[in-house]
């Protein structure tokens, strides 16, 4: 029989310490306690405290003494089944509060009538065996109550949560079948029997410690689910740019989360962001709830409210009163939504006054054409009222003025026509964007042959090469023969000699871009000014000086490409002179000549 009472002591030792720890482990719960963390610091006080007794119980005898002893450590015992119904009702609502008071009255009552308690090995009377039915009875009642209450508790909460909940109540159950069948077998010394009786108890109580100490690879393989969700909801927020959105994405998965009703984001002054089955009244009621100041992190709020602090807003879920209790794991995935929502939230911000700094400055850039296209406009009639008071002062006074007058005429004259190019400019490049007609196909050959011919027919020595192949695009005809024609004059006007060669070619890119150049073989443009020409009233000589031009016609092609989505540069020709680069995108490009090559380096 030693054997048989070694393995008891030791099953009894284990009981002690799975007991103990889970006490220990309610006990360290930060406050605010949850609903139903005194019950269960009821039911596993008395657990530790009976299976305490069971290592060190004095021996029993027929004493008043141990009389009293026993019936008030059955009484203390007895009181456990009613209090995982209060644990259950707690937990998830459930009825069966009478029922069970009934029970434990009856089984108290006929406890403290007990006149004696057979010892071990002696004959059990009727009577005992009527107070044991009874008193079995009654805790199988409650334990299925309790029990059924705990496994329904766990629908419709996460996986993690709802698991431990059902240990829970396997725990409950299992406890009741191992006292039903320890009540109703032999009452000898240690037997192999009572050690299997033992061990039974054992497993439930296993089952209580698994409930409330779950191991952490448990943990992560039950929390798959909660972990796709997470998944999905971090992906649909990546798209998220105003609160109402990251509210509308976000929520629906914090209510799945945490096993809640609803969910909300507030504002840090209480206002409702957006709401997910969350009722007027339970916003008003979080809303007014809210600490004044937090540093993040999650907070148990009155009621069934948690609140998460993030950066800008709270996130507020309604949860079951099973959620605190258990979700400690939860309350960390809803810590970390919230802080995909503060970056969610922070990157829309962000967004929201970029949008807001760009209509600012369409706007000011939309006025600011339009002062241009007035202004310019009206400056026209003034020059023309000049131009034609000079002539009437050449044609009727022109014998009478003296000798070099003819010169200061020809001065004003050409500066008359200097202003008169300068506005015409500003009111093209006032129009780009704003006066456009649709687009066309435009070929590219064609139009660079027309400019070539009249370019090379004001200035006999130039030379203009239109090499193929050359794309179709798509745009206005108005601006790309503006676009070729200020370019290509560009060229000739700034290359420092009367003999340039300029050359339009073009490469397909692999991306179906097309990349078209205009080189010439003049004085090239130092690498320092190469941006710099592309700005207004921008250039390397004198108005007035060796070359015509106002310095606006490269902003102006700069204008049209931007407008139709590409980009100009200007880069240096390898043996001398300039290489202007446009990149046309592949939706511009209609078509290529049939025999036209496909990918380019992307240098002229």
């Known amino acids: ?24 482990a309610i006990l360290r719960r930060r406050p605010p306690r949850p609903a139903g963390t005194a019950w269960l610091v009821g039911i596993f006080g008395i657990f530790t405290a009976i299976t305490l007794l069971g290592v060190w119980a004095p021996r029993p005898t ?108 396997s725990g409950t159950l299992a406890l009741a079948v191992t006292l039903v069948v320890s ?9 192999s029997f009572q050690v299997v009786v033992a061990g039974m108890a054992l497993v439930s109580i296993l089952l209580f410690v698994l409930a409330f100490a779950l191991p952490g690879f448990l943990r992560v393989l039950w929390r798959q689910p909660e972990a796709r969700q997470l998944a999905e909801a971090e992906a649909e927020l990546m798209s998220a740019l105003t609160p109402e959105r990251v509210a509308g994405l976000l929520l629906p998965h914090i209510t799945r989360l945490v096993g809640g009703s609803g969910a909300a984001l ?68 809803l810590e970390t939504l919230g802080q995909r929502a503060d970056l969610a939230l922070a990157r829309g911000h962000a967004y929201a006054e970029e949008q807001r700094a760009r209509d600012r400055a369409e706007a000011a850039n939309e006025e600011l054409q339009s002062v241009l296209y007035s202004v310019s406009h009206d400056l026209r009639s003034p020059l023309i009222s000049l131009a034609g008071y000079l002539g009437y002062l050449r044609e009727d006074y022109g014998e009478l003025l003296p000798d070099g007058a003819g010169h200061y005429l020809s001065r004003m004259d050409a500066n008359v026509a200097y202003m008169t190019d300068l506005i015409q400019d500003l009111l093209d490049l006032s129009r780009v964007g704003r006066a456009d007609t649709s687009a066309i196909e435009v070929e590219v050959r064609r139009l660079a042959a027309e400019v070539a011919d009249e370019v090379e027919s004001q200035h006999p020595g130039v030379r203009v090469a239109v090499e193929e192949p050359l794309p179709v695009l798509w745009m206005n005809d108005l601006r790309s023969r503006q676009l070729f024609t200020n370019l290509i004059e560009n060229a000739v006007r700034h290359s420092g000699r009367p003999d340039v060669t300029v050359t339009v070619r073009a490469t397909a890119q692999l991306d179906g871009a097309a990349l078209v150049t205009v080189t010439d073989d003049g004085v090239g443009v130092p690498e320092a000014y190469r941006e710099q020409v592309f700005r207004m009233f921008e250039r390397l000589e004198p108005a007035g000086g060796g070359s015509p031009g106002t310095g606006i016609g490269l902003a102006v092609c700069r204008r049209i490409m931007e407008s139709a989505g590409g980009r100009i540069e200007l880069a240096a020709r390898p043996g001398g002179g300039a290489c202007v680069q446009m990149w046309f995108p592949a939706a511009l490009v209609r078509r290529w000549p049939a025999f036209a090559t496909s990918g380019s380096d992307g240098s002229a």
């Open 1 to 24: 029989m030693q054997p048989a009472q070694t393995a008891l002591d030791m099953i009894h030792i284990a009981e002690v310490l799975a007991f103990g720890g889970v006490l220990l």
């Open 62 to 169: 027929h004493s008043l003494g141990y009389l009293l002893y026993a019936k008030v450590v059955l009484a203390v015992l007895f009181i456990v089944p009613y209090l995982f119904v209060r644990l259950a009702e707690a937990l998830a609502g459930i009825g069966g509060r009478r029922l069970a008071t009934a029970c434990t009255l009856a089984v108290l009552v006929g406890t403290a009538a007990l006149p004696r308690l057979p010892l071990r090995g002696e004959r059990r009377p009727v009577w005992f065996w009527i107070w044991l039915a009874v008193a079995l009875l009654a805790w199988v009642v409650q334990s299925f109550i309790s029990g059924t209450g705990l496994w329904r508790a766990g629908r419709g909460q996460p996986t993690v949560v709802r698991r431990r909940l059902r240990l829970l109540a």
């Open 183 to 191: 009540g109703f077998g032999p009452a000898s010394n240690p037997t």
């Open 266 to 333: 507030l504002g840090l002054d209480g206002r409702c962001i957006d709401s997910y089955r969350m009722s007027p009244d339970d916003l008003a009621r979080a809303a007014g709830e809210l600490p004044g100041s937090g540093d993040g992190g999650t907070c148990q709020l009155p009621g069934d409210l948690v609140a998460c602090r993030l950066q800008s807003a709270w996130l507020v879920a309604q949860v079951s009163a099973a959620t605190p209790l258990f979700g400690a794991d939860e309350m960390h995935l």
